[in-house]
């Protein structure tokens, strides 16, 4: 079916390179076809939203690699032992049924913008009149000195969802007792600002009770970082003398690994490690930068719609976008799905489009029952997306605030998988 | 101004100015007759017992559903947790229209509408909260603030296309099927509810400070749309 599917809609691009019009094809084809890649927080939401409020008048073509996501967003929970690893895979099933989205689980290898297709590696080319463009992150290379991709096994990244996830949690259940867990920490700006620091607090709860002389090492080339005074202050309540945070004053910028050894190197002092989390510096996804849509490591994007600056035609969504104020969070790419679905609707047929409104909260875990949160709402600018108001939890706030603050989370989590996978 | 309530910013100003307040605090005397219309339900003052009601004893300051021994609802139990204490100003408000402060609340009490009444029965309750440090002389009894949400905001008509669009940020956390683990339901509500809910949000007086801050940007039209959307979501 998928074949077929694919096979026609081949067919069409030959005929979209040669007529070179798209309105005019849009209609003598039938329906405008939008194809969208990646199925994470901004691809599946912008998918299910053009899909299911279009009501049919418009194609849509989902690529993603795997048959089964992982989301990235509560692995941490996985880590510390709060969730099991099938509570954090999904699939595509309703998409496809309920919605209609054409499924392909392939891996988009290349753009060609002035053809408007999108080859895939399986082979075949889908042709879009408008291109959903939501990669998520790759690393940069050389970020970390000693450390590449093909060093992965020995010292994850763990900052995507699923075998890496896995792979972790299983060197730490296997640490000596009393060895050390290190992290290196990325530099800004990256995926979830407080996803390492919720990572160190769960890695410190699961080994309190398995391996309570654990110790904790994190290098980080910030000075600061996000909910840094809740994090600290919940280190302190639960995991007093487990946690040495090496921020930027104390060289924790200065690092090299050697997957090999298994050590670690701060400042020029050389520490033996157990387990090596290290997470790059991050850029775009790759098809990003195959599609020309990219500036430096990012893709810069118009704050109204979330179109590239490149090609009106292109929309980048979450991690991969270069947006303003917005962190790179699932429940941004959530909520920037939604106001692109609403302006490639808009395009694509004569439905109202309404104007851009945008919202992220994070939560974080840092022990049982004991959850924290920060959000901003932001709106559309001529230049960026730009905040308008925030919040942040306190410290200092009662047991039963954080559990009724860890519960939401869980609705949350509850809550945004529905609303990406239906 | 198009509300007839006063919104934050007003408030704030006219608590700046708390002197205005002065021959405004409420009559107990006054009050205790204004309390008739809760006896059914609840006992206050010397052996006052937990009856369909907590007993009110001591309620000035108290976190929502604090009080040991009574059982309250979940949405009493929820606006605790996210932090409601009783006030003045949070008793005032909740007295004048119970749901537009806790949604589901088992106080089936249609509220005590008149300002002055209002005033006189917070002043009467206040005599059984014997923590003075729970009760600060700024902070009046008596307000003369009305919360009721202006009709007039009531009667519009939201567009449910903008509300769909709209609702799509509700829809992040909250569940479209109307479950609710951990973040409550919003689907099938009454308009009205909705409504007096979301401004009760924007002024604050509901306590979660996610839900402030979305409430904060929506205007009358927009929440007129996600009410007008979000009462047939099923």
Redesign the interface.
């Given at each position: 079916m998928t074949l077929n599917r694919r096979m026609f809609l081949g067919t069409g691009a030959a005929a979209a390179a040669v007529l070179n019009a798209p309105a005019v094809l849009a209609e003598s084809h039938g329906k405008p076809r939008v194809v969208v890649i990646g199925g994470g927080a901004g691809g599946a939401t912008a998918a299910r939203?053009i899909a299911k409020?279009s009501k049919g008048a418009i194609d849509v073509t989902l690529i993603e690699p795997s048959r089964t996501y992982f989301t990235c967003f509560f692995s941490n929970l996985y880590l510390g032992g709060f969730k099991e690893i099938d509570d954090l895979g999904h699939n595509y099933g309703t998409l496809a049924a309920k919605y209609g989205i054409n499924v392909v689980h392939d891996w988009a290898v290349d753009v060609d913008r002035d053809a408007k297709t999108v080859s895939l590696a399986g082979g075949g080319t889908l042709p879009y009149d408008k291109l959903v463009l939501s990669p998520g992150i790759d690393f940069v290379e050389g970020a970390v000195d000693g450390w590449d991709l093909s060093a992965q096994n020995a010292m994850p990244h763990a900052y995507k969802g699923g075998s890496q996830t896995e792979l972790l949690k299983a060197q730490i259940a296997g640490m000596p007792e009393g060895g050390t867990f290190a992290m290196v920490a990325p530099p800004n700006p990256f995926r979830c600002p407080p996803g390492p620091y919720e990572r160190v607090s769960m890695v410190a709860h699961a080994l309190k009770a398995s391996n309570p002389t654990a110790k904790i090492i994190v290098a980080d080339p910030k000075g600061k970082f996000s909910k840094q005074a809740l994090f600290q202050e919940g280190w302190a309540n639960h995991y007093e003398g487990m946690i040495d945070w090496i921020g930027e004053d104390f060289g924790g910028g200065n690092v090299s690994v050697d997957p090999n050894a298994m050590t670690l190197t701060i400042d020029g002092e050389v520490t033996d490690v157990d387990v090596c989390n290290v997470i790059p510096a991050m850029k775009a996804g790759r098809i990003a930068e195959m599609a020309g849509v990219t500036e430096g490591n990012w893709a810069p994007v118009n704050a109204a719609d979330m179109s590239s600056k490149a090609d009106a035609d292109v929309y980048v969504l979450g991690d991969a976008s270069n947006q303003g104020d917005m962190p790179k969070s699932g429940?941004s790419a959530?909520?920037q799905a939604?106001v692109c679905a609403?302006a490639v609707r808009g395009a694509l047929t004569d439905s109202?489009v309404?104007p851009a409104?945008f919202?992220n909260?994070c939560w974080s875990l840092i022990d049982t029952n004991d959850g924290v949160?920060v959000?901003?709402?932001y709106e559309a600018t001529e230049e960026k997306i730009a905040k308008?108001?925030?919040?942040i939890s306190a410290t200092g706030e009662s047991a039963?605030?954080r559990?009724?603050t860890y519960?939401?989370?869980?609705?949350?989590y509850?809550?945004?998988t529905?609303?990406m996978f239906g | 101004m198009r509300l007839r309530v006063l919104l934050p910013a007003a408030l704030a100003a006219v608590l700046a100015a708390g002197a205005v307040f002065g021959d405004q605090f409420g009559d107990a005397e006054a009050g205790e007759k204004v309390f008739g219309q809760c006896t059914g339900c609840h006992e206050i003052g010397d052996n006052a017992r937990d009856r369909i009601g907590p007993h009110l004893n001591g309620i000035f300051g108290r976190k929502a559903a604090a009080h040991d021994g009574y059982r309250y609802s979940k949405s009493m139990q929820r606006a605790g947790k996210d932090g409601l204490i009783w006030t003045a100003e949070t008793l005032d408000a909740y007295l004048e229209n119970p749901r537009a402060l806790v949604s589901k609340t088992r106080m089936s009490f249609r509220g005590v509408k008149d300002a002055q009444d209002r005033a006189n029965l917070l002043a009467y309750m206040r005599d059984f909260s014997d923590n003075p440090a729970d009760i600060p002389e700024a902070e009046p009894t008596a307000r003369g603030t009305d919360h009721d949400v202006d009709p007039a905001i009531l009667a519009l008509e939201g567009d449910p296309e903008f509300g769909e669009y709209l609702a799509s940020e509700c829809l992040t956390c909250h569940q479209s099927d109307g479950s609710a683990d951990g973040i409550p339901s919003i689907t099938l509500w009454p308009t009205e509810d909705f409504v007096i809910a979301m401004y009760a949000y924007k002024r604050k007086l509901r306590p979660h400070p996610v839900m402030q801050m979305m409430a904060g940007r929506l205007n009358d039209e927009e929440i007129a749309a996600l009410a007008a959307y979000f009462k047939d979501l099923e």
């Open positions: 939203y409020d429940f959530n909520s939604k609403n109202k309404f409104k919202s909260t949160k959000g901003a709402t308008v108001d925030g919040f039963d605030l559990q009724a519960e939401e989370s869980e609705g949350w509850t809550g945004i529905s609303d | -």
